[in-house]
């Protein structure tokens, strides 16, 4: 016991160590400090030293001091972004040798004192308030550096020079809002940099000077331009923009916020058409004015991709399909035209060489490419969110695209019609969009043939009937967030590898599903009202059979819904026995059962002789009803002895030891005729003197008793007829025996009493031997004895 308590102990300090390390070792990687928007004035003094990550931006510090920070030697990450700090000296993080982040953006800062760092990696000191570039001597060694934020008022070529010789990835500068006099457009020629982002003045025209076209930028954003003032078409802004050319390694360009007229955008692109840039991008546009009908020259280009986002106009009366053919007929392979208002498109007057289409977030009807040939290179179209009704009017728009490997119709209200015409997509599509829509189970009579990834999810499917041709490439269906009500059969998707078929109505999901979809890699079919009664049983050990990874979500989204005393236990605890499940075997258990009990009683009653048991009780309840029913005047006849014995002189031996002992020891006196003997009569006299004085007549049968004593008694019977009234006070000691065929003929009322087994039965066994004792103490009746006590005394 000592031994198994005491390795117990050991087991689980050896746990515990492990698990510490466990904790100090994910400590050690990273230790995250977040006390972002908590309303702090200064730096908490609280800090873990072991921190590594540390946000306190949004709060009003206005000061950071080297106390502050100064035992955090293992800090690597500084957030302190959105405060109110003013000055800055560089030489409070000397400490901090392991910060390579520091983020200083959106504070109030107008001048900072340097000193050397040179493992910061990402220093942001972007929105605020320098008035010259905040570039210390210092700065050109930090060789790690990937990332600066500056902001500035007033740019001088010379503030660079200190990191001309670093390359850096991407520089954001932000200009302040009275940048604009006494303007170098020279200032930032030194800048070394693989992306550039300038921030203009939100609030001012766009009438800068400035030369952007930094040498090393292979990337560059613009944001603030606002030109709706100028007559000239935004002359500036042209200048700055034809100046790109000179950077023959420019390839992207991305313009934000960008408030202007219909016209100058049109320059806008146009002029961008004739650059190296290859992918252009522009966002947040507000236009205003009209537009003056011109040619676009598509001519001599490289770009690649345009993608335009967020439009808004308040203007409405201006040619829109003039703009919906300068897009259409856009040379280039990708276009994305997404959240504009956009109400229609054309289709490109000759082959054109889109190959990727994002059209989302406008309001695009039915009528979309519609009898459009000349898409035949498309391969994916981007159709999400528009305001498409009918599915087999974009069937019949896929007719012609003959390379369309994707659609993505989702987010719009469709509907199919079966009895609307044939349905022939295009053969080449491969994947299809068409979730949160209003499609019934009528879609899976038109599908693309080869379609590998199918998304339903969010419709109205109730059931999902076969489809009209089987899906044999179907590798993906998602059809969540239905009504179905059951799984589907893998008949006519015998490809299926993944299905998504979650937040449905199915209750009793089929066994069989793993037998059908042999293919399956993962199922997703959490959050349905799972009714938990035995048909669910063989499911859910279905699911034990497969590898874990192949039931997504499980256990925690799989629950019962009902029955009710079961609502909201996981599936995985669910447990209904085998046997309260299978008729069969429920008979079966029941049948073993009853045999099993059949033997044991019997084994029972040969080992350990159960039936003479049970004629000793049988006797003994028989004997207590006899006695409570026992007439009084019988008990106030004068008699002298409770019991007299009859037996034969072979047998004396034992009822001189055993039988005369036992019940003398309890008061019960005996009449034995050869003690109480009265000389001068004939012993079948002296019998029946013994009998007639005596309560009960004990008979000790065995073989010898028959053959010696029994014929006196049965001509007693005879003679005095007391058959009936004697018949109770009988008691029978089978002491040894009897054969039935040993019984004289002539013994009438022997035979009958053996065949009525009354008698008692002397066990060998001595552990019997108690019972049998009471037995008969019981049958010669205790109450006699104090009747015959006060007869005595009469
Ligand atoms: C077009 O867009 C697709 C999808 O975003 C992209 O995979 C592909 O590289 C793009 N092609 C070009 C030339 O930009
Ligand atoms: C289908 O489009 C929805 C958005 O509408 C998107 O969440 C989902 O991931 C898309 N499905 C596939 C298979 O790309």
């Given at each position: 016991?000592?031994?198994?308590?005491?390795?117990?102990?050991?087991?689980?300090?050896?746990?515990?160590?492990?698990?510490?390390?466990?904790?100090?070792?994910?400590?050690?990687?990273?230790?995250?400090?977040?006390?972002?928007?908590?309303?702090?004035?200064?730096?908490?003094?609280?800090?873990?030293?072991?921190?590594?990550?540390?946000?306190?931006?949004?709060?009003?510090?206005?000061?950071?001091?080297?106390?502050?920070?100064?035992?955090?030697?293992?800090?690597?990450?500084?957030?302190?972004?959105?405060?109110?700090?003013?000055?800055?000296?560089?030489?409070?993080?000397?400490?901090?040798?392991?910060?390579?982040?520091?983020?200083?953006?959106?504070?109030?800062?107008?001048?900072?004192?340097?000193?050397?760092?040179?493992?910061?990696?990402?220093?942001?000191?972007?929105?605020?308030?320098?008035?010259?570039?905040?570039?210390?001597?210092?700065?050109?060694?930090?060789?790690?550096?990937?990332?600066?934020?500056?902001?500035?008022?007033?740019?001088?070529?010379?503030?660079?020079?200190?990191?001309?010789?670093?390359?850096?990835?991407?520089?954001?500068?932000?200009?302040?809002?009275?940048?604009?006099?006494?303007?170098?457009?020279?200032?930032?020629?030194?800048?070394?940099?693989?992306?550039?982002?300038?921030?203009?003045?939100?609030?001012?025209?766009?009438?800068?000077?400035?030369?952007?076209?930094?040498?090393?930028?292979?990337?560059?954003?613009?944001?603030?331009?606002?030109?709706?003032?100028?007559?000239?078409?935004?002359?500036?802004?042209?200048?700055?923009?034809?100046?790109?050319?000179?950077?023959?390694?420019?390839?992207?360009?991305?313009?934000?916020?960008?408030?202007?007229?219909?016209?100058?955008?049109?320059?806008?692109?146009?002029?961008?058409?004739?650059?190296?840039?290859?992918?252009?991008?522009?966002?947040?546009?507000?236009?205003?004015?009209?537009?003056?009908?011109?040619?676009?020259?598509?001519?001599?280009?490289?770009?690649?991709?345009?993608?335009?986002?967020?439009?808004?106009?308040?203007?409405?009366?201006?040619?829109?399909?003039?703009?919906?053919?300068?897009?259409?007929?856009?040379?280039?392979?990708?276009?994305?035209?997404?959240?504009?208002?956009?109400?229609?498109?054309?289709?490109?007057?000759?082959?054109?060489?889109?190959?990727?289409?994002?059209?989302?977030?406008?309001?695009?009807?039915?009528?979309?490419?519609?009898?459009?040939?000349?898409?035949?290179?498309?391969?994916?179209?981007?159709?999400?969110?528009?305001?498409?009704?009918?599915?087999?009017?974009?069937?019949?728009?896929?007719?012609?695209?003959?390379?369309?490997?994707?659609?993505?119709?989702?987010?719009?209200?469709?509907?199919?019609?079966?009895?609307?015409?044939?349905?022939?997509?295009?053969?080449?599509?491969?994947?299809?969009?068409?979730?949160?829509?209003?499609?019934?189970?009528?879609?899976?009579?038109?599908?693309?043939?080869?379609?590998?990834?199918?998304?339903?999810?969010?419709?109205?499917?109730?059931?999902?009937?076969?489809?009209?041709?089987?899906?044999?490439?179907?590798?993906?269906?998602?059809?969540?967030?239905?009504?179905?009500?059951?799984?589907?059969?893998?008949?006519?998707?015998?490809?299926?590898?993944?299905?998504?078929?979650?937040?449905?109505?199915?209750?009793?999901?089929?066994?069989?599903?793993?037998?059908?979809?042999?293919?399956?890699?993962?199922?997703?079919?959490?959050?349905?009202?799972?009714?938990?009664?035995?048909?669910?049983?063989?499911?859910?050990?279905?699911?034990?059979?497969?590898?874990?990874?192949?039931?997504?979500?499980?256990?925690?989204?799989?629950?019962?819904?009902?029955?009710?005393?079961?609502?909201?236990?996981?599936?995985?605890?669910?447990?209904?026995?085998?046997?309260?499940?299978?008729?069969?075997?429920?008979?079966?258990?029941?049948?073993?059962?009853?045999?099993?009990?059949?033997?044991?009683?019997?084994?029972?009653?040969?080992?350990?002789?159960?039936?003479?048991?049970?004629?000793?009780?049988?006797?003994?309840?028989?004997?207590?009803?006899?006695a409570r029913n026992a007439p009084l005047e019988e008990l106030q006849r004068t008699l002298q002895f409770h019991a007299f014995i009859s037996y034969s002189g072979h047998d004396s031996a034992w009822v001189k030891s055993e039988l005369l002992p036992n019940l003398e020891k309890e008061d019960i006196r005996i009449c034995l005729h050869e003690r109480n003997f009265v000389p001068g009569k004939s012993i079948v006299e002296n019998i029946i003197n013994c009998i007639e004085k005596s309560y009960k007549s004990i008979f000790v049968l065995s073989p010898n008793f028959i053959q010696s004593e029994w014929c006196h008694y049965e001509l007693y019977f005879a003679h005095h007829n007391l058959f009936h009234e004697a018949f109770d006070n009988l008691i029978l000691i089978l002491l040894e025996p009897i054969p039935q065929y040993s019984i004289p003929s002539s013994y009438h009322k022997l035979k009958n009493l053996m065949a009525q087994r009354t008698y008692l039965e002397w066990p060998k066994e001595k552990s019997k031997h108690g019972l049998f004792w009471a037995n008969l103490r019981a049958s010669i009746n205790i109450k006699l004895m104090e009747q015959a006590k006060k007869i005595d005394h009469t």
């Amino acid at each position: 016991m000592m031994k198994t308590n005491s390795s117990i102990f050991h087991f689980a300090i050896i746990f515990m160590l492990i698990f510490e390390i466990r904790i100090q070792l994910s400590n050690e990687s990273e230790f995250l400090v977040n006390r972002s928007k908590a309303g702090l004035f200064h730096v908490p003094k609280d800090l873990s030293l072991k921190t590594t990550i540390l946000d306190i931006s949004q709060n009003y510090i206005s000061e950071l001091q080297t106390s502050d920070i100064l035992s955090l030697s293992k800090l690597r990450i500084l957030i302190v972004s959105h405060n109110r700090i003013q000055f800055l000296d560089i030489s409070v993080f000397k400490f901090n040798q392991e910060l390579e982040y520091l983020d200083l953006s959106h504070n109030e800062l107008g001048k900072i004192s340097c000193h050397p760092t040179v493992n910061l990696k990402h220093l942001d000191l972007s929105f605020n308030a320098f008035d010259d570039l905040p570039i210390c001597k210092e700065f050109g060694n930090m060789s790690q550096l990937e990332f600066l934020g500056l902001s500035a008022t007033h740019l001088q070529k010379s503030s660079v020079l200190p990191i001309a010789s670093l390359h850096i990835r991407k520089v954001l500068l932000v200009l302040g809002d009275t940048y604009g006099e006494k303007e170098d457009p020279k200032s930032l020629q030194n800048l070394n940099t693989e992306s550039l982002h300038i921030v203009f003045p939100r609030t001012k025209e766009f009438s800068f000077t400035l030369d952007v076209s930094v040498s090393t930028a292979i990337s560059l954003e613009l944001s603030n331009i606002k030109c709706i003032l100028d007559d000239n078409g935004c002359s500036y802004f042209q200048n700055v923009l034809s100046k790109l050319q000179k950077n023959s390694r420019l390839s992207n360009l991305t313009l934000n916020n960008i408030e202007t007229t219909w016209s100058f955008f049109i320059t806008i692109l146009q002029m961008v058409w004739h650059t190296n840039i290859e992918y252009f991008s522009i966002s947040n546009i507000k236009l205003q004015g009209y537009l003056n009908l011109r040619y676009f020259d598509y001519s001599d280009t490289s770009l690649k991709a345009l993608s335009i986002h967020h439009v808004v106009s308040d203007v409405f009366s201006l040619s829109q399909s003039y703009i919906y053919k300068i897009i259409s007929n856009m040379n280039i392979q990708n276009v994305t035209v997404s959240g504009t208002h956009m109400v229609h498109m054309v289709c490109p007057s000759q082959l054109s060489p889109f190959l990727y289409l994002d059209f989302s977030n406008n309001l695009l009807t039915d009528l979309v490419f519609k009898n459009c040939g000349t898409l035949a290179k498309l391969e994916t179209l981007n159709l999400q969110m528009n305001q498409l009704k009918n599915l087999a009017s974009i069937v019949n728009m896929t007719k012609e695209m003959k390379s369309l490997q994707q659609l993505d119709i989702s987010q719009n209200s469709l509907k199919y019609d079966e009895n609307e015409g044939n349905c022939a997509w295009t053969r080449s599509l491969l994947s299809l969009n068409m979730s949160s829509n209003i499609l019934t189970d009528s879609v899976f009579r038109c599908l693309p043939p080869k379609v590998k990834v199918l998304d339903l999810h969010n419709n109205r499917i109730r059931n999902i009937p076969k489809p009209i041709m089987k899906l044999e490439a179907l590798q993906e269906l998602n059809v969540a967030s239905n009504s179905l009500a059951h799984l589907p059969d893998c008949g006519t998707f015998s490809s299926l590898s993944i299905l998504i078929i979650d937040s449905n109505s199915i209750s009793d999901p089929s066994a069989d599903f793993f037998q059908s979809c042999q293919k399956i890699r993962s199922i997703r079919a959490g959050n349905n009202p799972f009714q938990c009664t035995c048909e669910l049983r063989e499911f859910v050990q279905s699911l034990g059979q497969v590898s874990s990874e192949v039931i997504e979500g499980w256990p925690d989204s799989y629950q019962c819904d009902s029955p009710e005393n079961y609502k909201g236990t996981p599936l995985k605890d669910f447990h209904v026995s085998q046997l309260s499940c299978n008729t069969t075997l429920l008979l079966v258990t029941i049948g073993v059962t009853v045999l099993g009990l059949t033997v044991i009683v019997t084994a029972l009653c040969i080992y350990f002789d159960l039936p003479w048991y049970l004629r000793m009780m049988y006797q003994w309840t028989q004997t207590r009803r006899r006695a409570r029913n026992a007439p009084l005047e019988e008990l106030q006849r004068t008699l002298q002895f409770h019991a007299f014995i009859s037996y034969s002189g072979h047998d004396s031996a034992w009822v001189k030891s055993e039988l005369l002992p036992n019940l003398e020891k309890e008061d019960i006196r005996i009449c034995l005729h050869e003690r109480n003997f009265v000389p001068g009569k004939s012993i079948v006299e002296n019998i029946i003197n013994c009998i007639e004085k005596s309560y009960k007549s004990i008979f000790v049968l065995s073989p010898n008793f028959i053959q010696s004593e029994w014929c006196h008694y049965e001509l007693y019977f005879a003679h005095h007829n007391l058959f009936h009234e004697a018949f109770d006070n009988l008691i029978l000691i089978l002491l040894e025996p009897i054969p039935q065929y040993s019984i004289p003929s002539s013994y009438h009322k022997l035979k009958n009493l053996m065949a009525q087994r009354t008698y008692l039965e002397w066990p060998k066994e001595k552990s019997k031997h108690g019972l049998f004792w009471a037995n008969l103490r019981a049958s010669i009746n205790i109450k006699l004895m104090e009747q015959a006590k006060k007869i005595d005394h009469t």
